[in-house]
Antibody, heavy 121, light 108 residues
Framework: QLQLQESGPGLVKPSETLSLTCTVSGGSISSSSYYYWGWIRQSPGKGLEWIGSIYYSGTTHYNPSLKSRVIISVDTSRDQCSLRLSSVTATDTAVYYC????????????WGQGTLVTVSS | EIVLTQSPGTLSLSPGERATLSCRASQSFSSSLLAWYQQKPGQAPRLLIYGASTRATGIPDRFSGSGSGTDFTLTISRLEPEDFAVYYCQQYGNSMYTFGQGTKLEIK
């Protein structure tokens, strides 16, 4: 059964870069052709917010409101998808989830358990 | 950006009752791009319904979805204790996913 697990620092200082990794098990990114790997965050103030998605081949799609600060990448050899969000502020404090979906527009079918990232000095 | 507005914010019902949750969009879009999720405390959202009316794998048939255009509904025919949670609608449009703010379904 496919499992997604987010990992990374739980505390990031303002103005620094948030970096998270999503590790896939029970399947692999390289064998999951035609799937996208997305990042979604959830904060009390803004609810659920899609950050962006990456196709297994590396093509990315980002939320326009975050596009200038976000980089999503995929490492098929490690079955990992990564998120980098630069110049963070307290408003970036949230639980960050990775999720899998087939094709843009298709539902977010498989989710990781999420990881809380707090932005604070 | 298509804005999704869910109502009510909180719905208080008893087990066995019928729940009707609404999701209204700021502009019309294809119903094939509308999904519903259930989220319990400390857990990730779980896909319930996609394409506005198709149940995801393993979802009981007491959950049903309907609607088109700008108005969509999630109905739970007879509430079970495990159904009390927060429900979110989600759509894809203008090259991005957006979510509603959620409806909390609580035990009366």
């Amino acid at each position: 059964q496919l499992q997604l697990q987010e990992s990374g620092p739980g505390l990031v200082k303002p103005s620094e870069t948030l970096s998270l990794t999503c590790t896939v098990s029970g399947g692999s990114i390289s064998s999951s052709s035609y799937y996208y790997w997305g990042w979604i965050r959830q904060s009390p103030g803004k609810g659920l917010e899609w950050i962006g998605s990456i196709y297994y081949s590396g093509t990315t799609h980002y939320n326009p409101s975050l596009k200038s600060r976000v980089i999503i990448s995929v490492d098929t050899s490690r079955d990992q998808c990564s998120l980098r969000l630069s110049s963070v502020t307290a408003t970036d404090t949230a639980v960050y989830y990775c999720a899998r979906h087939s094709a843009l527009g298709n539902p977010l079918r498989d989710w990781g358990q999420g990881t809380l990232v707090t932005v604070s000095s | 950006e298509i804005v999704l507005t869910q109502s009510p914010g909180t719905l208080s019902l008893s087990p066995g009752e019928r729940a009707t949750l609404s999701c209204r969009a700021s502009q019309s879009f294809s119903s094939s791009l509308l999904a519903w999720y259930q989220q319990k405390p400390g857990q990730a959202p779980r896909l319930l319904i996609y394409g506005a009316s198709t149940r995801a794998t393993g979802i009981p048939d007491r959950f049903s979805g309907s609607g088109s255009g700008t108005d969509f509904t999630l109905t739970i025919s007879r509430l079970e204790p495990e159904d009390f949670a927060v429900y979110y609608c989600q759509q894809y449009g203008n090259s991005m996913y957006t979510f509603g703010q959620g409806t909390k379904l609580e035990i009366k």
